[in-house]
């Protein structure tokens, strides 16, 4: 079965810091693969996606990640953290060739802090 | 476009009480969700719908029903609530192809007593 774990429930970094939040995955088949970004007391929004193409992903708010099929890993980084980076960061997977209806799952998340 | 909403937003109950939380989306997507999410949990998939007329188990739907009303709304409803199922609850749709995201709903925080 697949499974998607972050390491480090909290992540706290200053202002203008880098940014790196970890996320590995578990599967047979590399999946696909997706960072999402929840504000406080607002629903999940896409930073965004793996499928298939560039290994190098770039997403909204200076977000990318790297897809490393060696590794297993999908971690996410920013170069320079701004303070409305706070918020919790899920990475998910989803079956590339089982999975009727697109199914997700989640990481347990990463809530990042970022100090003035 | 609304894209996905949720009712309500937030909800007590009494141990033992019913209610249906509501989702609704205004994007044609075919395929629609209900998620839990938990402290540490991350989010846990409920039930799915991958198109109208069809709806199946996720990892955790024991306590929950859930109705494919029609292509634009998803409802779930809880029977006998229980504290264990104090959480936020979450709505997502999507469209084919695979790999595309999901597009979620602002939430409904319920608490049960």
């Known amino acids: 079965a697949q499974s998607v774990t972050q390491l480090g429930s909290h992540v706290s970094v200053s202002e203008g810091a880098l940014v790196l939040l970890r996320c590995n995955y578990s599967s047979s088949v590399p999946p696909y693969l997706f960072w999402y970004v929840q504000y406080p007391n607002q629903g999940l929004q896409l930073l965004l996606k793996y499928t298939s193409a560039a290994t190098l992903v770039k997403g909204i708010n200076g977000f990318e990640a790297e897809f490393k099929k060696s590794e297993t890993s999908f971690h996410l980084t920013k170069p320079s953290a701004h303070m409305s980076d706070a918020a919790e960061y899920f990475c998910?997977?989803?079956?590339?060739?089982?999975?009727?209806?697109?199914?997700?799952?989640f990481g347990q998340g990463t809530e990042l802090s970022v100090k003035p | 476009n609304a894209g996905v909403t949720q009712t309500p937003k937030f909800q007590v109950l009494k141990t033992g009480q019913s209610m249906t939380l509501q989702c609704a989306q205004d994007?044609?997507?075919?395929?629609m969700y209900w998620y839990r999410q938990d402290p540490g949990m991350g989010l846990r998939l409920i039930y799915y719908?991958?198109?109208?007329?069809?709806?199946d188990k996720g990892e955790v739907p024991n306590g929950y029903n859930v109705s494919r009303l029609n292509k634009r709304e998803f409802s779930l409803r809880l029977e006998s609530a229980a504290p264990s199922q104090t959480s936020v609850y979450f709505c997502?749709?999507?469209?084919?192809?695979?790999?595309?995201?999901?597009?979620f709903g602002p939430g409904t925080r319920l608490t049960v007593t």
């Open positions: 994007m044609n997507h075919n395929s």
């Open positions: 719908s991958a198109s109208e007329g069809t709806t």
């Open positions: 997502a749709s999507r469209n084919p192809p695979q790999g595309s995201e999901q597009y």
């Open positions: 998910a997977v989803s079956d590339r060739l089982h999975n009727q209806g697109g199914k997700l799952i």
